[in-house]
């Protein structure tokens, strides 16, 4: 069965950390660019970070920049994003997703995890 599995996610304060994990089962993520969504109560999805197959470049929204960092271990078969000096508006339910274009978009057809809640609040 092919399916990623997001994990890593939980109530933390604002300025705490977290790192998420997505781990590929089924099929090898090397050849892919793999990103992080997050969507947030009753707003649209949106791109938080991308990186590329190789993990030699990585996009990341502005709002994030600086305070992120997406990396990957392809003989894990895993993506992680670390977040750290998390805000209160970074709470929403984290997705891994792959395959994505670059620098940081969806692609029709690609696999998804379940995601998982991250909760940033005092």
């Known amino acids: 069965q092919l399916q990623l599995v997001e994990s890593g996610g939980g109530l933390v304060q604002p300025g705490g950390s977290l790192r998420l994990s997505c781990a590929a089962s089924?099929?090898?993520?090397?050849?892919?660019?793999i990103g992080w969504f997050r969507q947030a109560p009753g707003k649209e999805r949106e791109g938080v970070s991308c990186?590329?197959?190789?993990?030699?470049?990585?996009n990341y929204a502005d709002s994030v920049k600086g305070r992120f960092t997406i990396s990957r271990d392809n003989a894990k078969n895993t993506v992680y994003l670390q977040m750290n000096s998390l805000k209160p508006e970074d709470t929403a339910v984290y997705y891994c997703?792959?395959?994505?274009?670059?620098?940081?978009?969806?692609?029709?057809?690609?696999?998804w995890g379940q995601g998982t809640q991250v909760t940033v609040s005092s």
């Open positions: 990186i590329s197959s190789s993990g030699g470049r990585a």
């Open positions: 997703a792959a395959p994505v274009l670059e620098p940081c978009t969806e692609v029709a057809g690609g696999y």
């Open positions: 089924g099929f090898t993520l090397d050849y892919y660019a």
